[in-house]
């Protein structure tokens, strides 16, 4: 029995026009690798500003509270809310009619001591003619020694009781000024020209004004206001008399371009604003007080010539603590801080060849977005603020 071989059959023309066209020129293969894709910041020059920002309420720079010495029923009330008053302009009228009657009565008191003066003021001429008889007549020895003593006691004693009168009127009069004070009083006059922010009485209201003064409107200039911000503790070592400030109102943010009042700053108050009610010897270590947030008072003026501010007005403040103009300005989140090193820190820059290079970079003044940087990094270089990874890659592989 024999056996025979199979041909072996080579390939079609087809392949092996492939096998030759892969093997000459290679292969183009697929894989899954990961390509990195970086964000990219232009680096250029601008301006940074170091703020420390805070919640202030717009106040009348010059007010004043007018309020009644007297007591009794208000008969007339001659201004309103939003009138513009003038100095001395005459606003609000009390009933007058108990002072008057105490006037009245002191007058009276006064004028019977000035008649009990003139009686004694005669009185008092008679007792010396009768002295000086009584003298001419010792010296002929024409009297006895005791009318003479009995006369000169009734002069000096006339002179007394007339001493006595003129300090009773003194002291009359004076309090007759003050009772005449008092009916003053019923009228009351604006003390400044300005305008009337509020009015806290009624005509007809009745006032006692036996133990405080009742308060029944407040004139306030409008022309300068003050802002009285709310600094926290944090924040407010790093705020100085003369620091420059600026601010916005919150009705102005619907705006394209919210209007800004620029000031600087007038005074720090050295202590926290008491919370109403609070008792003058409030105990600050106990624990409800310790874990209350602790705030201070920034005053700073601004004028308000053309009416926009108005009393209450809540004020969006920041104050400026560094200022940097025309300076090399980078994202805060494209640097990465130096451990041990204050001020330094580090940046990823893409080279001419889109490769990421780190650099040691100084930094200056800081906001809350951007960093000046000294040194390190120029206008114009490409900063990487982040990166990311995808697939789908190409590779090209030659045998």
């Known amino acids: 029995m024999s056996t025979r071989k199979r041909p072996v059959r080579l390939m079609g023309a087809p392949g092996l026009i492939l096998a030759a066209a892969l093997m000459a020129v290679g292969v183009f293969w697929w894989t899954t690798t990961d390509a990195t894709t970086y964000d990219t910041h232009v680096v250029k020059r601008s301006d940074i500003e170091a703020t420390v920002t805070a919640i202030g309420t717009l106040q009348p720079r010059r007010y004043v509270d007018v309020g009644a010495q007297v007591s009794g029923q208000i008969m007339r009330l001659h201004v309103q809310p939003g009138d513009a008053v003038e100095r001395g302009k005459l606003m609000v009228e009390i009933d007058p009619s108990v002072q008057q009657a105490t006037v009245d009565a002191g007058r009276a008191e006064i004028a019977g001591l000035r008649a009990q003066l003139a009686d004694e003021q005669a009185q008092a001429r008679l007792a010396n003619q009768q002295l000086a008889r009584q003298r001419a007549m010792a010296r002929e020895g024409a009297t006895r020694e005791e009318d003479l003593q009995m006369a000169q006691a009734t002069a000096i004693s006339a002179q007394a009781r007339i001493d006595h009168l003129r300090a009773q009127i003194d002291r009359t009069q004076a309090t007759q000024r003050a009772e005449e004070a008092r009916l003053g009083y019923t009228r009351i006059y604006a003390p400044m020209a300005g305008t009337v922010v509020s009015v806290d009485a009624r005509e007809g209201q009745t006032l006692n004004a036996t133990y405080q003064t009742p308060n029944i409107l407040r004139i306030a200039d409008l022309s300068g206001m003050t802002v009285w911000t709310e600094v926290s503790e944090a924040d407010v070592r790093r705020v100085k008399p003369d620091m420059p400030v600026y601010f916005s109102t919150l009705g102005g943010q619907s705006d394209a371009t919210p209007r800004r009042w620029e000031s600087r700053v007038r005074q720090v108050l050295p202590a926290p604003p008491k919370p109403e009610g609070a008792a003058s010897t409030s105990d600050s270590t106990t624990p409800a007080a310790a874990t209350k947030a602790v705030v201070y008072t920034v005053l700073f003026d601004v004028d308000n010539a053309d009416g926009e501010l108005m009393p209450q007005m809540t004020a969006q403040v920041s104050f400026i603590t560094a200022l940097a103009r025309d300076t090399i300005a980078v994202p805060l989140s494209a640097l990465t801080a130096a451990p041990d090193a ?24 800081r906001s809350r977005h951007l960093a000046e940087i000294l040194d390190g990094v120029e206008a114009g270089d490409r900063l990487v603020t982040a990166e990311s990874t995808g697939d789908g890659g190409m590779r090209w592989f030659q045998w």
């Not at 330094?344 to 040691?360: I, K, S």
């Open 342 to 365: 204050p001020g330094r820190y580090t940046a990823r820059v893409l080279d001419d060849a889109g490769r990421p290079q780190t650099r040691n970079v100084h930094v200056g003044t």
